[in-house]
């Protein structure tokens, strides 16, 4: 394998990670300003040395921080890319463009605003996204400012009068005739009109009426989205509105965990039931056709006190941690997990405590399981290195040939050596954001071992691309 193709692949595997993991947020060993300047030399790094590879990363598990990032420098060297790349990033950049959240949408073009970016294919995208939008009254009662930005930036007239009035001359009509922007109006003196608003725009004039919060919480529930409810139900049931009930056995795995975390111990007590079975239903749909074919699973999850993250990411470390020790029981025949604290029950999970990985390495592979499944920031100190020695001993004199799958997921991103802390040369590793895509993850994680070049990651890169611009079937029609 040439050495070129072996550094080209090992530095396509150090972006994605990145992109899967940072979000330049605080971490528990690492700040903000540190991860921001990391993120902005790889990607100004990749986009200068592979482009191609650069535009392929969006059909990866990348989270919205990076893909808007990654839109946001080939839109804005459009007169680089070859005609083909053109082509293939139009397509990628807009299927990427529509599974942004919108806030973050809106945020992508205020950005290509301020920065001049302005081409015609930039214009196009914007067109398209807007054109797709399913509700653009709701845009322009949610996103009012961003959506103006969008429609100017785009140079795009408002898609009739009155939504052009009610984002450029809210004071032209006595009223409207679309409901949502009249409930709008009405809003301003009306306390009745409040709650048939959505709820982030109707909190606002709650307060401005003095409604009060349990009162308030009660009359919007049915206006609220699932994760409004999910972020609230508690609070709510604090301030005595019992109607703001989260269906959790519909919430996604990692999210789902990461609520769970932040409930207090006596309600995960109280609620172990409910919250056992939501947790298991979610992990049973995260795993889907694969539930039950990994063989005998074990896994070595990371509960120590660096899995609280830090205030911008409480406890997410930690959530997919649990997340993904309910979803490798679904993946494996029998499963075996080995919390880093020595827990056996995963529902009262708290970050505390040193992180013995060593210690905790040496217990899963006693069994030698098929596959060992390593979920940590590889911090590991007690004692320091124990892990990767461990690793290594067994690979080189206990398990030459590899019998045992050994892969290491991590959900923080380190920003002194641009990509996830390694516990060991010979274990690959990948980054990991949410636990439903680690069947995904440890498929990339193989081409981290340093055994695969280029033309190997280009194949998976492209099956991945060709899959993600495959035309999504219409619900109920025939597979």
Do not use: C
């Given at each position: 394998m040439p050495a070129e193709g072996l550094v080209a692949a090992e530095d396509v595997l150090l972006f994605a990670n990145a992109a899967i993991t940072a979000t330049a947020q605080?971490?528990?060993?690492?700040?903000?300003?540190?991860?921001?300047?990391?993120?902005?030399?790889l990607h100004a790094y990749m986009l200068g040395n592979y482009r191609d590879l650069y535009a392929a990363v969006l059909a990866l598990g990348i989270n919205d921080h990076n893909a808007a990032l990654v839109i946001?420098?080939?839109?804005?060297t459009a007169g680089e890319a070859t005609p083909r790349q053109?082509?293939?990033?139009?397509?990628?950049?807009?299927?990427?463009?529509?599974?942004?959240?919108?806030?973050?949408?809106?945020?992508?073009?205020?950005?290509?605003?301020?920065?001049?970016?302005?081409?015609?294919?930039?214009?196009?995208?914007?067109?398209?996204?807007?054109?797709?939008?399913?509700?653009?009254?709701?845009?322009?009662?949610?996103?009012?400012?961003?959506?103006?930005?969008?429609?100017?930036?785009?140079?795009?007239?408002?898609?009739?009068?009155?939504?052009?009035?009610?984002?450029?001359?809210?004071?032209?009509?006595?009223?409207?005739?679309?409901?949502?922007?009249?409930?709008?109006?009405?809003?301003?003196?009306?306390?009745?009109?409040?709650?048939?608003?959505?709820?982030?725009?109707?909190?606002?004039?709650?307060a401005r009426h003095g409604i009060a919060r349990a009162a308030f919480l009660e009359?919007?529930?049915?206006?609220?989205?699932?994760?409004?409810?999910?972020?609230?139900?508690?609070?709510?049931?604090?301030?005595?509105?019992?109607?703001?009930?989260?269906?959790?056995?519909?919430?996604p795995l990692t999210r789902l965990a990461s609520y769970v975390l932040g409930l207090p111990l006596p309600d995960r007590a109280a609620r172990r039931a409910e919250l056992t079975a939501a947790l298991r239903a979610a992990a049973r749909r995260?795993?889907?056709?694969?539930?039950?074919?990994?063989?005998?699973?074990?896994?070595?999850?990371?509960?120590?006190?660096?899995?609280?993250?830090?205030?911008?990411?409480?406890?997410?470390?930690?959530?997919?941690?649990?997340?993904?020790?309910?979803?490798?029981?679904e993946l494996g025949a029998a499963y075996a997990p080995y919390w880093t604290s020595g827990r056996r029950d995963a529902l009262p999970a708290v970050p505390h405590g040193a992180t013995p990985l060593g210690e905790r390495v040496l217990d899963a592979l006693e069994p030698r399981?098929?596959?060992?499944?390593?979920?940590?920031?590889?911090?590991?100190?007690?004692?320091?290195?124990?892990?990767?020695e461990v690793l290594r001993v067994w690979h080189e004199r206990l398990d030459p040939h590899g019998r045992v799958s050994v892969v290491h997921l991590n959900p923080v991103y380190d920003a002194d050596t641009f990509t996830v802390r390694r516990l060991s040369p010979t274990v690959p590793?990948?980054?990991?954001?949410?636990?439903?895509?680690?069947?995904?993850?440890?498929?990339?994680?193989?081409?981290?071992?340093?055994?695969?070049?280029?033309?190997?990651?280009r194949a998976h890169l492209d099956a991945r691309v060709a899959a993600f611009l495959a035309p999504v079937p219409e619900e109920g029609a025939a597979p």
């Open positions: 605080r971490e528990f060993h690492g700040g903000a300003a540190e991860q921001r300047m990391s993120l902005d030399f946001h420098g080939l839109l804005a053109r082509h293939l990033e139009g397509r990628l950049i807009a299927r990427r463009f529509a599974l942004l959240p919108p806030q973050r949408g809106y945020a992508l073009v205020a950005a290509l605003r301020e920065a001049k970016v302005n081409n015609r294919r930039t214009r196009a995208i914007v067109r398209d996204w807007l054109a797709a939008r399913p509700d653009l009254a709701l845009d322009a009662v949610k996103y009012r400012t961003g959506l103006k930005t969008a429609l100017r930036h785009a140079h795009l007239p408002p898609p009739s009068a009155e939504l052009g009035d009610f984002l450029f001359r809210p004071r032209a009509r006595a009223r409207y005739t679309a409901p949502l922007l009249d409930t709008w109006r009405r809003a301003h003196y009306e306390q009745g009109a409040v709650h048939e608003l959505p709820f982030t725009v109707a909190e606002g004039f709650a009359r919007i529930a049915p206006r609220m989205t699932r994760g409004e409810r999910l972020r609230l139900q508690e609070s709510a049931r604090r301030e005595g509105a019992a109607a703001v009930r989260a269906d959790l056995t519909a919430m995260a795993a889907g056709p694969e539930a039950g074919t990994w063989g005998r699973v074990a896994a070595v999850l990371d509960d120590s006190f660096s899995a609280y993250a830090s205030g911008h990411k409480r406890r997410r470390p930690l959530a997919v941690a649990l997340a993904a020790h309910f979803l490798l029981a399981p098929d596959r060992l499944v390593i979920v940590s920031d590889g911090w590991d100190n007690a004692p320091p290195g124990m892990a990767a590793t990948a980054g990991i954001r949410d636990a439903e895509d680690l069947p995904v993850l440890t498929g990339l994680a193989r081409f981290a071992a340093g055994r695969t070049g280029l033309p190997e990651l």
